[in-house]
């Protein structure tokens, strides 16, 4: 399967998270893809906070996005993002959420370049069996978006 392997997940990672409603995005270079993106409408795993982030309905969330080493410094990652959200629109979607991890500042870079905005940071502790989080606006944010952040992360479903 092309995608998988583009993605380097196995085929069937890739067909589970196709037959849940995710799909892969991606921009072809010379026939292969060099970046891709995954975009949700419903729940998804979020590894870094060990939990789910839930889009409110007319919401999506892009996550898992790669590209290949060969492929970066080109602004290609921005150019995806920008075209995933531009269909999307098309699509109805009236809202787009993306995450980065604070150190991965390619990523964050990709991201701002890509028109995202900062919503706020989401500061996750855990303590033995107990997880606790936390959103931390950021300054610039409306407060309509940090709290649609902050349901995201609380409607968390508890099955993994």
Same mark, same amino acid.
């Given at each position: 399967? $092309?995608? $998988?392997?583009?993605?380097?997940?196995?085929?069937? @990672?890739?067909?589970? %998270?196709?037959?849940?409603?995710?799909?892969?995005?991606?921009?072809? *270079?010379?026939?292969?893809?060099? #970046?891709t993106? &995954?975009?949700?409408e +419903?729940?998804? &795993?979020?590894? /870094?906070?060990?939990? &789910?982030?839930?889009?409110?309905?007319?919401?999506?969330?892009? =996550?898992?996005? $790669?590209?290949?080493?060969?492929? %970066? +410094?080109?602004?290609?990652?921005?150019?995806?993002? !920008?075209?995933?959200?531009?269909?999307?629109?098309? @699509?109805?979607? !009236?809202r787009?959420?993306?995450?980065? /991890?604070?150190?991965? =500042?390619?990523? *964050?870079?990709?991201? #701002?370049?890509?028109?995202?905005?900062?919503? +706020?940071? *989401?500061?996750?502790?855990?303590?033995?069996?107990?997880?606790t989080? &936390?959103?931390?606006?950021?300054?610039?944010?409306?407060?309509?978006? *940090? !709290?649609?952040?902050r /349901?995201?992360?609380?409607?968390?479903?508890? @099955?993994?």
């Amino acid at each position: 399967m $092309a995608i $998988a392997r583009a993605t380097d997940h196995t085929a069937t @990672e890739t067909a589970l %998270r196709l037959a849940r409603g995710s799909r892969c995005l991606a921009l072809s *270079v010379d026939g292969d893809f060099a #970046t891709t993106c &995954w975009v949700s409408e +419903g729940k998804e &795993w979020v590894g /870094e906070l060990d939990g &789910w982030f839930v889009p409110s309905p007319g919401d999506a969330y892009i =996550w898992d996005c $790669a590209t290949r080493p060969s492929c %970066r +410094g080109h602004h290609l990652y921005p150019l995806l993002l !920008r075209q995933t959200v531009r269909r999307l629109g098309q @699509e109805g979607i !009236r809202r787009v959420w993306i995450a980065t /991890e604070w150190h991965n =500042w390619r990523s *964050v870079r990709g991201v #701002t370049r890509a028109g995202f905005r900062p919503v +706020g940071a *989401v500061v996750c502790a855990r303590f033995v069996c107990f997880r606790t989080l &936390w959103v931390v606006p950021a300054p610039t944010a409306a407060p309509d978006l *940090v !709290r649609s952040l902050r /349901e995201g992360l609380t409607r968390i479903p508890s @099955e993994p």
